[in-house]
């Protein structure tokens, strides 16, 4: 009768080189480096346009249209020739069934360009 065998232990892997993790470890050096000198990518859109975009949603679309086309009786803003410092004097004052526009005189210039630049 044949005798049973130990089962056969895998071999461990084998032994990490001193080379390979001082390459690791460059490696890594390098990437922190590297994440802290590229500088912080820019928005696609400033900041204050997106408030002024969420503003006109809120403020002036139910009149104006989401896309500033104009609705009924209430003027179109798309393609405006007015600049923006008229469209700030609207803003600040109202005009006709227009209130005034109930906001800093930053977002107001904010509004301002962001309806200068709708087409």
């Known amino acids: 009768m044949v005798e049973p065998v130990a089962p056969i232990a895998p071999d461990p892997a084998p032994p990490v080189s001193r080379i390979t993790l001082v390459g690791v470890g460059l490696f890594v050096a390098a990437l922190v480096v590297l994440l802290l000198v ?37 003027v179109k803003v798309a393609g405006t020739v007015k600049s923006e410092e008229e469209i700030v004097h609207l803003l600040e004052n109202g005009k006709g069934d227009m209130p005034r526009f109930d906001a800093s005189s930053e977002q107001r210039a904010a509004m301002a360009k962001f309806v200068k630049g709708m087409k």
């Not at 820019?42 to 086309?69: R, T």
Request: hydrophobic share 40%; with cysteine.
């Open 38 to 74: 590229i500088p912080d990518a820019e928005p696609a859109v400033a900041p204050d346009e997106m408030d002024a975009g969420k503003m006109y949603a809120q403020k002036c679309a139910i009149c104006h249209g989401a896309a500033g086309e104009g609705k009924g009786k209430f």
